[in-house]
């Protein structure tokens, strides 16, 4: 079992862009939610999709959009970055009946 | 609005000594409360869930006790390990919230 992967694992984007980050959930889970995380700061919930739906959305305005594939996989967008974006963002996917969340090892964004 | 405090500083402590952290929340009635250990650079790391009607929690040298009067979870690591050193995150989660929030983390390290 890969756990949960996500890709790229670094990446440096110009202020203005936009950005696609990619995850693959655990085998067997059907749940993805996306975190920013600051330096040393705990992880921020962005959103959470289920059956290819945001169902619950955090604190983020609307440049962070994303998607679920009918395979579970997700994607998170954001555009317009902003140099303050720079983080390290982080999937989790978790099963239905299940409360602990499986992370994947991260994506460091660096926005200049 | 819902607030969860860890210990404000870095942890330092003695291997073979009892490390303890902290974990206080204020406007939230959590149903469960997770524990999490993130390296860095790397995806926090489920170690331990315990409920709201269970007062402690044990696995190999980790134990957790949750008090829902005080608001507050502590998390013990019995006889410590330089391996152990890393950033201890806590979760409390109401029953029917489906997304984690977490606190900023305690960073642990034990000197050989």
Redesign the interface.
Known sequence: DAGVTQSPTHLIKTRGQQVTLRCSPKSGHDTVSWYQQALGQGPQFIFQYYEEEERQRGNFPDRFSGHQFPNYSSELNVNALLLGDSALYLCASRGRANTEAFFGQGTRLTVV | SQK?EQNSEALNIQEGKTATLTCNYTNYSPA?L?WYRQDP??????LL?IRENEKEKRKERLKVTFDTTLKQSLFHITASQPADSATY?CAP?AGSA????????TQLTVLP
């Open positions: 969860i469960y997770q650079g790397r995806g926090p790391v489920f869930l995150l989660l489906r997304q984690l929030t977490f606190g900023s983390g």
